[in-house]
Protein backbone atom coordinates (compact mmCIF):
# COMPACT_ATOMS: atom_id res chain seq x y z
CA UNK A 1 0.00 0.00 0.00
CA UNK A 2 1.24 3.35 -0.92
CA UNK A 3 1.96 5.44 1.81
CA UNK A 4 1.20 8.87 2.28
CA UNK A 5 3.19 11.76 1.33
CA UNK A 6 4.48 14.51 3.60
CA UNK A 7 2.85 17.18 2.13
CA UNK A 8 -0.88 15.28 2.68
CA UNK A 9 0.69 14.28 6.18
CA UNK A 10 1.03 18.32 7.00
CA UNK A 11 -2.49 18.75 5.33
CA UNK A 12 -4.13 16.08 7.40
CA UNK A 13 -1.97 17.11 10.78
CA UNK A 14 -3.34 20.78 9.92
CA UNK A 15 -6.75 19.48 9.83
CA UNK A 16 -7.15 17.98 13.28
CA UNK A 17 -5.09 21.12 14.69
CA UNK A 18 -8.10 23.57 13.41
CA UNK A 19 -11.03 21.18 14.75
CA UNK A 20 -8.87 20.67 17.98
CA UNK A 21 -8.50 24.49 18.05
CA UNK A 22 -12.19 25.29 17.24
CA UNK A 23 -13.33 22.59 19.65
CA UNK A 24 -11.68 24.19 22.54
CA UNK A 25 -12.45 27.67 21.55
CA UNK A 26 -16.40 26.99 21.56
CA UNK A 27 -15.75 24.62 24.90
CA UNK A 28 -14.01 27.82 26.49
CA UNK A 29 -16.23 29.90 25.53
CA UNK A 30 -19.33 28.11 26.11
CA UNK A 31 -17.96 27.09 29.87
CA UNK A 32 -16.25 30.51 30.79
CA UNK A 33 -18.34 33.13 28.40
CA UNK A 34 -16.56 35.58 25.99
CA UNK A 35 -15.03 37.73 28.75
CA UNK A 36 -15.76 39.25 32.19
CA UNK A 37 -18.23 41.52 31.06
CA UNK A 38 -20.96 38.54 29.89
CA UNK A 39 -22.87 36.09 32.45
CA UNK A 40 -24.75 32.79 31.46
CA UNK A 41 -27.36 31.02 33.15
CA UNK A 42 -29.24 28.01 32.03
CA UNK A 43 -33.43 27.72 31.96
CA UNK A 44 -36.11 26.75 29.75
CA UNK A 45 -38.55 29.08 27.08
CA UNK A 46 -41.60 29.54 28.94
CA UNK A 47 -44.74 32.07 28.18
CA UNK A 48 -47.79 33.26 29.67
CA UNK A 49 -50.42 30.38 30.19
CA UNK A 50 -54.06 30.83 31.10
CA UNK A 51 -56.66 28.81 32.05
CA UNK A 52 -60.21 29.03 30.02
CA UNK A 53 -62.19 28.12 32.77
CA UNK A 54 -66.53 28.10 33.29
CA UNK A 55 -67.61 30.64 35.88
CA UNK A 56 -70.36 28.43 37.02
CA UNK A 57 -71.20 24.65 37.27
CA UNK A 58 -72.51 23.36 34.05
CA UNK A 59 -72.61 21.35 31.49
CA UNK A 60 -70.31 22.09 28.64
CA UNK A 61 -72.20 22.05 25.33
CA UNK A 62 -69.03 22.01 23.18
CA UNK A 63 -65.76 23.16 22.21
CA UNK A 64 -64.76 25.31 19.31
CA UNK A 65 -60.62 24.68 19.01
CA UNK A 66 -58.23 22.31 19.10
CA UNK A 67 -54.90 21.55 20.75
CA UNK A 68 -52.46 23.53 18.66
CA UNK A 69 -54.88 26.10 17.43
CA UNK A 70 -53.84 29.72 17.28
CA UNK A 71 -57.21 32.21 18.45
CA UNK A 72 -57.76 35.30 18.37
CA UNK A 73 -58.28 37.61 21.54
CA UNK A 74 -62.29 37.91 21.51
CA UNK A 75 -62.50 34.37 20.07
CA UNK A 76 -65.15 31.96 21.12
CA UNK A 77 -63.27 28.82 22.47
CA UNK A 78 -66.28 26.67 24.11
CA UNK A 79 -70.38 27.26 24.87
CA UNK A 80 -71.53 25.88 28.43
CA UNK A 81 -75.25 24.83 28.61
CA UNK A 82 -77.62 27.82 29.42
CA UNK A 83 -80.83 26.05 29.21
CA UNK A 84 -81.33 26.62 33.17
CA UNK A 85 -80.31 30.26 32.98
CA UNK A 86 -82.71 31.08 29.68
CA UNK A 87 -86.01 29.87 32.04
CA UNK A 88 -84.33 31.36 35.02
CA UNK A 89 -84.05 34.82 33.04
CA UNK A 90 -87.76 34.64 31.15
CA UNK A 91 -88.91 33.94 34.83
CA UNK A 92 -86.76 37.37 36.02
CA UNK A 93 -88.26 39.59 32.91
CA UNK A 94 -91.55 38.19 34.11
CA UNK A 95 -90.93 39.87 37.68
CA UNK A 96 -89.64 42.53 36.52
CA UNK A 97 -92.92 43.10 34.26
CA UNK A 98 -94.75 42.37 37.21
CA UNK A 99 -93.18 45.18 39.68
CA UNK A 100 -93.74 47.82 36.95
CA UNK A 101 -97.54 46.60 36.67
CA UNK A 102 -97.28 47.25 40.61
CA UNK A 103 -96.16 50.54 40.12
CA UNK A 104 -98.55 51.79 37.76
CA UNK A 105 -101.03 50.10 40.16
CA UNK A 106 -99.42 52.40 43.31
CA UNK A 107 -99.41 55.53 41.02
CA UNK A 108 -103.10 55.10 40.19
CA UNK A 109 -103.48 54.65 44.17
CA UNK A 110 -101.60 57.67 44.82
CA UNK A 111 -104.61 59.80 42.68
CA UNK A 112 -107.29 58.07 44.02
CA UNK A 113 -106.21 58.78 47.70
CA UNK A 114 -105.76 62.64 46.92
CA UNK A 115 -109.24 62.27 45.39
CA UNK A 116 -110.38 61.07 48.71
CA UNK A 117 -108.46 64.18 50.48
CA UNK A 118 -110.21 66.85 48.16
CA UNK A 119 -113.59 65.36 48.88
CA UNK A 120 -112.78 65.17 52.87
CA UNK A 121 -111.72 68.88 52.33
CA UNK A 122 -115.20 69.86 50.82
CA UNK A 123 -116.74 67.81 53.49
CA UNK A 124 -114.54 69.70 56.27
CA UNK A 125 -115.78 73.12 54.76
CA UNK A 126 -119.53 72.01 55.07
CA UNK A 127 -119.62 71.08 58.09
CA UNK A 128 -118.20 73.94 59.36
CA UNK A 129 -120.78 75.87 57.96
CA UNK A 130 -123.08 74.03 59.56
CA UNK A 131 -121.55 74.36 62.80
CA UNK A 132 -121.33 78.33 62.66
CA UNK A 133 -125.06 78.26 61.31
CA UNK A 134 -125.85 76.19 64.57
CA UNK A 135 -124.14 78.13 66.84
CA UNK A 136 -126.32 81.44 65.58
CA UNK A 137 -129.12 79.65 66.04
CA UNK A 138 -128.35 78.63 69.13
CA UNK A 139 -127.37 82.11 70.25
CA UNK A 140 -130.55 83.30 69.16
CA UNK A 141 -132.61 80.87 71.08
CA UNK A 142 -130.39 81.86 73.72
CA UNK A 143 -131.66 85.31 73.63
CA UNK A 144 -135.67 84.58 72.93
CA UNK A 145 -135.38 81.98 76.13
CA UNK A 146 -134.21 85.19 78.13
CA UNK A 147 -136.87 87.58 76.61
CA UNK A 148 -138.97 84.96 77.20
CA UNK A 149 -140.39 84.39 73.42
CA UNK A 150 -138.70 81.01 73.20
CA UNK A 151 -139.49 78.06 75.18
CA UNK A 152 -136.95 75.96 76.95
CA UNK A 153 -137.28 73.18 74.50
CA UNK A 154 -136.34 75.02 71.34
CA UNK A 155 -133.36 76.03 73.14
CA UNK A 156 -131.95 72.22 74.02
CA UNK A 157 -132.81 71.49 70.22
CA UNK A 158 -130.43 74.00 69.36
CA UNK A 159 -128.03 73.46 71.69
CA UNK A 160 -128.34 69.76 70.52
CA UNK A 161 -128.07 70.52 66.63
CA UNK A 162 -124.58 72.81 67.88
CA UNK A 163 -123.25 69.94 69.68
CA UNK A 164 -124.06 67.53 66.72
CA UNK A 165 -122.52 69.85 64.10
CA UNK A 166 -119.43 70.10 66.00
CA UNK A 167 -118.96 66.55 66.08
CA UNK A 168 -119.48 65.87 62.83
CA UNK A 169 -117.19 68.57 61.48
CA UNK A 170 -114.37 66.91 64.07
CA UNK A 171 -115.09 63.50 62.58
CA UNK A 172 -114.36 65.47 58.87
CA UNK A 173 -111.00 66.75 59.98
CA UNK A 174 -110.26 63.26 61.33
CA UNK A 175 -111.04 61.90 57.66
CA UNK A 176 -108.95 64.52 55.93
CA UNK A 177 -105.25 63.09 58.57
CA UNK A 178 -106.70 60.06 57.41
CA UNK A 179 -106.97 60.89 53.77
CA UNK A 180 -103.12 62.42 53.98
CA UNK A 181 -101.87 59.52 56.11
CA UNK A 182 -103.51 57.03 53.19
CA UNK A 183 -101.65 59.17 50.53
CA UNK A 184 -97.91 58.88 52.48
CA UNK A 185 -98.77 55.06 52.52
CA UNK A 186 -99.31 55.14 48.64
CA UNK A 187 -96.19 57.26 47.88
CA UNK A 188 -94.30 54.53 49.86
CA UNK A 189 -95.55 51.90 47.85
CA UNK A 190 -94.77 53.52 45.16
CA UNK A 191 -91.52 53.93 46.44
CA UNK A 192 -91.45 50.71 47.05
CA UNK A 193 -92.67 48.75 44.07
CA UNK A 194 -90.03 50.96 42.09
CA UNK A 195 -87.61 49.73 44.06
CA UNK A 196 -89.11 46.08 43.37
CA UNK A 197 -88.65 47.00 39.51
CA UNK A 198 -84.84 47.99 39.94
CA UNK A 199 -84.03 44.79 41.52
CA UNK A 200 -86.21 42.77 39.11
CA UNK A 201 -84.28 44.83 36.59
CA UNK A 202 -80.21 43.90 37.94
CA UNK A 203 -81.63 40.48 38.14
CA UNK A 204 -82.21 40.18 34.30
CA UNK A 205 -79.07 42.16 33.88
CA UNK A 206 -76.94 39.61 35.71
CA UNK A 207 -78.73 36.37 34.28
CA UNK A 208 -78.03 37.62 31.06
CA UNK A 209 -74.09 38.70 32.20
CA UNK A 210 -73.96 34.69 33.40
CA UNK A 211 -75.47 33.80 29.57
CA UNK A 212 -72.94 35.55 27.83
CA UNK A 213 -69.87 34.42 30.39
CA UNK A 214 -71.16 30.83 29.65
CA UNK A 215 -69.59 31.72 25.88
CA UNK A 216 -65.73 30.92 26.87
CA UNK A 217 -63.47 33.16 25.02
CA UNK A 218 -59.80 33.82 24.65
CA UNK A 219 -58.90 36.78 26.75
CA UNK A 220 -56.38 37.53 24.59
CA UNK A 221 -54.42 35.69 21.50
CA UNK A 222 -52.08 33.00 21.56
CA UNK A 223 -51.98 29.04 21.37
CA UNK A 224 -54.10 26.36 22.54
CA UNK A 225 -51.98 24.02 25.08
CA UNK A 226 -54.62 21.35 25.84
CA UNK A 227 -58.36 20.26 26.19
CA UNK A 228 -58.67 19.47 29.66
CA UNK A 229 -62.47 18.82 29.41
CA UNK A 230 -65.01 17.32 26.67
CA UNK A 231 -68.41 18.74 25.77
CA UNK A 232 -70.74 16.45 27.90
CA UNK A 233 -68.80 16.99 30.79
CA UNK A 234 -70.46 18.55 33.83
CA UNK A 235 -67.69 21.03 35.67
CA UNK A 236 -67.60 22.91 38.58
CA UNK A 237 -67.95 26.56 39.36
CA UNK A 238 -64.14 27.27 37.71
CA UNK A 239 -63.26 24.04 36.31
CA UNK A 240 -60.66 24.72 33.58
CA UNK A 241 -61.97 23.90 30.04
CA UNK A 242 -58.90 24.75 27.82
CA UNK A 243 -55.30 26.05 28.15
CA UNK A 244 -53.47 28.74 26.39
CA UNK A 245 -50.49 30.29 26.22
CA UNK A 246 -49.82 34.13 25.23
CA UNK A 247 -47.39 33.29 22.53
CA UNK A 248 -46.45 37.37 23.24
CA UNK A 249 -45.20 36.78 26.17
CA UNK A 250 -42.65 34.18 26.01
CA UNK A 251 -39.13 34.69 28.32
CA UNK A 252 -36.56 32.38 29.47
CA UNK A 253 -36.03 32.33 33.55
CA UNK A 254 -32.35 31.35 34.21
CA UNK A 255 -30.27 32.34 37.58
CA UNK A 256 -27.21 33.96 37.63
CA UNK A 257 -24.74 33.62 41.22
CA UNK A 258 -25.08 37.35 43.56
CA UNK A 259 -21.69 38.62 41.82
CA UNK A 260 -23.09 38.90 38.37
CA UNK A 261 -26.97 39.27 39.38
CA UNK A 262 -25.88 42.64 40.88
CA UNK A 263 -24.73 43.87 37.93
CA UNK A 264 -27.77 43.01 36.03
CA UNK A 265 -30.50 46.49 35.71
CA UNK A 266 -33.97 45.76 34.30
CA UNK A 267 -33.32 46.25 30.47
CA UNK A 268 -30.07 44.38 30.01
CA UNK A 269 -29.17 43.05 26.87
CA UNK A 270 -29.58 39.35 26.83
CA UNK A 271 -29.16 36.52 24.09
CA UNK A 272 -30.64 33.49 23.79
CA UNK A 273 -29.14 30.18 22.50
CA UNK A 274 -32.01 27.31 22.20
CA UNK A 275 -30.42 23.65 22.09
CA UNK A 276 -32.97 23.22 19.30
CA UNK A 277 -31.75 25.61 17.15
CA UNK A 278 -27.84 27.00 17.93
CA UNK A 279 -27.76 28.80 14.51
CA UNK A 280 -29.91 31.55 16.10
CA UNK A 281 -29.33 33.79 18.37
CA UNK A 282 -32.47 35.00 19.91
CA UNK A 283 -32.74 39.17 21.03
CA UNK A 284 -34.09 39.61 24.53
CA UNK A 285 -33.97 42.19 27.71
CA UNK A 286 -33.94 41.80 31.03
CA UNK A 287 -37.60 42.24 32.44
CA UNK A 288 -37.54 40.70 35.93
CA UNK A 289 -34.50 40.17 38.71
CA UNK A 290 -35.73 38.94 42.11
CA UNK A 291 -34.99 40.61 45.13
CA UNK A 292 -34.28 37.85 47.48
CA UNK A 293 -31.71 34.95 46.47
CA UNK A 294 -32.60 31.82 45.95
CA UNK A 295 -30.36 28.20 46.28
CA UNK A 296 -28.91 30.28 50.29
CA UNK A 297 -27.05 28.02 52.47
CA UNK A 298 -28.73 28.69 56.35
CA UNK A 299 -25.56 30.17 56.79
CA UNK A 300 -23.23 32.90 54.74
CA UNK A 301 -19.89 33.09 56.50
CA UNK A 302 -17.08 32.59 53.82
CA UNK A 303 -16.65 34.31 50.28
CA UNK A 304 -17.07 30.79 48.87
CA UNK A 305 -20.48 30.33 50.45
CA UNK A 306 -21.62 33.64 49.25
CA UNK A 307 -20.78 32.42 45.63
CA UNK A 308 -23.44 30.06 45.96
CA UNK A 309 -25.90 32.77 46.11
CA UNK A 310 -28.52 32.68 42.90
CA UNK A 311 -30.63 35.01 41.95
CA UNK A 312 -33.84 34.63 39.26
CA UNK A 313 -33.40 36.22 36.35
CA UNK A 314 -36.52 36.69 33.27
CA UNK A 315 -35.35 37.48 29.91
CA UNK A 316 -38.28 38.96 27.45
CA UNK A 317 -38.25 37.96 24.05
CA UNK A 318 -39.43 40.93 21.85
CA UNK A 319 -43.15 41.27 20.74
CA UNK A 320 -42.58 42.26 17.41
CA UNK A 321 -40.30 39.28 17.05
CA UNK A 322 -42.57 36.90 18.34
CA UNK A 323 -45.59 38.31 16.13
CA UNK A 324 -43.27 37.43 13.08
CA UNK A 325 -42.50 34.07 13.94
CA UNK A 326 -45.48 32.71 16.36
CA UNK A 327 -45.63 29.58 14.23
CA UNK A 328 -42.00 28.69 15.01
CA UNK A 329 -42.53 29.63 19.03
CA UNK A 330 -42.37 26.64 21.37
CA UNK A 331 -42.05 26.48 24.94
CA UNK A 332 -39.98 24.58 27.17
CA UNK A 333 -37.16 24.37 24.80
CA UNK A 334 -33.94 24.21 26.86
CA UNK A 335 -30.87 26.66 26.37
CA UNK A 336 -28.29 29.34 27.66
CA UNK A 337 -29.07 33.05 28.39
CA UNK A 338 -25.75 35.15 27.87
CA UNK A 339 -26.31 38.87 29.67
CA UNK A 340 -24.30 41.65 28.55
CA UNK A 341 -22.93 42.92 32.20
CA UNK A 342 -21.04 45.55 30.77
CA UNK A 343 -23.10 47.82 28.44
CA UNK A 344 -19.31 49.71 26.71
CA UNK A 345 -18.56 45.36 25.90
CA UNK A 346 -19.92 44.75 22.54
CA UNK A 347 -21.22 41.52 21.60
CA UNK A 348 -18.51 38.81 20.06
CA UNK A 349 -19.67 37.06 16.49
CA UNK A 350 -19.96 33.99 18.19
CA UNK A 351 -22.72 35.50 20.02
CA UNK A 352 -23.79 38.38 17.75
CA UNK A 353 -28.05 38.38 16.70
CA UNK A 354 -29.02 35.96 14.34
CA UNK A 355 -32.76 35.74 13.78
CA UNK A 356 -34.52 33.47 11.35
Known sequence: MKRPSRKQWLVGAAGIIVI???TYAWTRLHRTGPGPGFASGNGRIEATEIDIATKLAG???????????????????????????????????????????????????V?????????????????????????????????????GASSQQELDDDRANADS???????????????????????????????????????????EADIADSELKAPRAGRVQYRVAQPGEVLAAGGKVLNMVDLSDVYMTFFLPETA?????????????????PQYIIPARVSYVASIAQFTPKTVETADERQKLMFRIKARIDRELLTR???????????????????AEPWPPALAVKVP
Open 20 to 22: VAA
Open 59 to 109: RVQDILVNEGDFVKAGQPLAHMQVQTLIAERDEARAQYQRARNAVASAVAE
Open 111 to 147: AVRRADLAADNALVVERSSELDAAMRRLARSQTLAVQ
Open 165 to 207: ARATLSAAQAQVAAARAAIEAARAQVTGTRSSVDAARATVARI
Open 261 to 277: AGKVGLGSEVHLVLDAA
Open 325 to 343: HLAMVKTGLPGVAWVRLDP
